[in-house]
T-cell receptor
Framework: DAKTTQPNSMESNEEEPVHLPCNHS???????IHWYRQLPSQGPEYVIH???SNVNNRMASLAIAEDRKSSTLILHRATLRDAAVYYC???????????????FGKGTRLHILP | GAVVSQHPSWVICKSGTSVKIECRSL??????MFWYRQFPKQSLMLMAT?????????EQGVEKDKFLINHASLTLSTLTVTSAHPEDSSFYIC????????????FGSGTQLSVL
């Protein structure tokens, strides 16, 4: 799996936008960028994913650099419920065999200040 | 959206006993399920990949005789921690996917295992 690097932790004020960066300088042309988050004492949940174009959904936006070596997850208006660990993962849809592994890095622990 | 049900959500057991954790995909067929363990303040560590109808593939350093994985149907995978010891106390999480590659993953809510 291509490696991703994220800051260990970030802090943001409630109701302000949050930009969570992820570097993936060794990304291949077919890797999709996925983001998951893990709330305390829960399993991770899907947030968003994309390939080249920026993506928006009800939870967040994903901004992908033109060279695809980095991406940014954007929470437009953070709430206390967004406090979680956010993981950036690369997945290759061409890796179609049954041994596809999903490896998590350390992620970014997001603290939201009231 | 798709749901993965994992239970029990927590279990306390005595040292030397075995514990079974179930992971079910409720509204899709999970061709592949993944089992992770997570220690406090650490990331998820992949233990094994489970494909329906075949033997699980274990990560290096994970004892296959201690962590028995069965994926007998497209909607159920089980992880049995055999002869549990205090060092096996951890948060265990399962994940399932319907297809391969790009499809998003669905995770169970996790099982907190405490071995006394």
């Amino acid at each position: 799996d291509a490696k991703t690097t994220q800051p260990n932790s970030m802090e943001s004020n409630e109701e302000e936008p949050v930009h969570l960066p992820c570097n993936h300088s060794t990304i291949s042309g077919t890797d999709y960028i996925h983001w998951y988050r893990q709330l305390p004492s829960q399993g991770p949940e899907y947030v968003i994913h994309g390939l080249t174009s920026n993506v928006n959904n009800r939870m967040a936006s994903l901004a992908i650099a033109e060279d695809r070596k980095s991406s940014t997850l954007i929470l437009h208006r953070a709430t206390l419920r967004d406090a979680a660990v956010y993981y950036c993962i690369l997945r290759d849809p061409l890796y179609m065999n049954r041994d596809d592994k999903i490896i998590f890095g350390k992620g970014t622990r997001l603290h939201i200040l009231p | 959206g798709a749901v993965v049900s994992q239970h029990p959500s927590w279990v306390i057991c005595k040292s030397g006993t075995s514990v079974k954790i179930e992971c079910r995909s409720l509204d899709f067929q999970a061709t592949t399920m993944f089992w992770y363990r997570q220690f406090p303040k650490q990331s998820l560590m992949l233990m094994a990949t489970s494909n329906e109808g075949s033997k699980a593939t274990y990560e290096q350093g994970v004892e296959k005789d201690k962590f028995l994985i069965n994926h007998a149907s497209l909607t159920l995978s089980t992880l049995t921690v055999t002869s549990a010891h205090p060092e096996d106390s951890s948060f265990y999480i399962c994940s399932a996917r319907e297809g391969a590659g790009n499809e998003k993953l669905f995770f169970g809510s996790g099982t907190q295992l405490s071995v006394l």
